[in-house]
């Protein structure tokens, strides 16, 4: 299989959906200007793609599992937003682009960002293609990943600690939060959709949190080593803001090491779902050398 082609395809499916659920009558211009200009600014959709193969993994119908993927990723759109502000990191690019902030103003993106939150919820309570029990379980998952105990929590701390000496407990706090809570729940969603048992449930939970953390750690990297024009992103930005990150924790080599173990955990725990399981352990593998 072609993973450049499989990712290609499922981008194009991921965002049309996103298309439909993005409100576009009788709501102010600018916010749904604001909503759409961040979506459709060109992500990767990892998150979401990851669910959709976690689904699939666990024997499941990607279709049922489509308002999920959107969900997910109107989170991590919305986190992205409010991430850059001046208040948090501050960043002027964002998916090779001006951040929201940039465009529509501050208060206009942390509302963007409110409306892109909300509106996730909302799409998984009406997902008409899942009974009332899934729903509540996927809500409950991504409220979980995406609050306190999660993602905010991790940004939370990356806040606290910038400028601060960290240890490596510390940055592997705010890692698996900021980051991994997120992409763990991806997968999970998708196990959820897909009527995953109890075992295959753990094992997209080893295989996220792994993923999460290599992912994060590679970002790290990325932003010393990568290419402005590739990551869409400012380059050199954490050591700048004295961020508790790997590579200043570890250096870069161990925090390569690092990830490709925690890479090597992910593919190796999907082993179970044999050949279901592959476009998993292709995306896993490609995290190894990624540029953007
Ligand atoms: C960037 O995430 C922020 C992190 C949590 C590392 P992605 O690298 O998935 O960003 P997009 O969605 O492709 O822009
Ligand atoms: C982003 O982490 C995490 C979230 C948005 C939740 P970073 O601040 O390290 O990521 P980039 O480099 O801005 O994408
Ligand atoms: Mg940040
Ligand atoms: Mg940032």
Redesign the pocket.
Known sequence: MDLKEYLYGKIKFIEKALGRVLPARDIPEILSDGMRYSIFSGGKRIRPILLLASCKAVGGDERKALKAACAVELI?TY??I???LPA??N?DL?RGKPTLHKVVGEANAILAGDALLTLAFQILSEDKTLDLEKRILLISELGRASGASG??G??AA?IEYEGKSADIKAVEYIHSH??GS?ITASCRMGGIAGDADRKSMNTLTKYGQNMGLAF?IT??I??ITGDKTK?G?AIG??IKKK?A?YPAVLGIEKSRQKANECIETATKSISIFNNKGIVLKMIAESLLNRLS
């Open positions: 991590h986190s992205l409010h991430d850059d948090m990191d960043d964002r993602m905010v991790g940004q990356d900021k980051t997120l994060q970002d790290d990325l932003n990551t992103k930005s954490d961020k990150t």
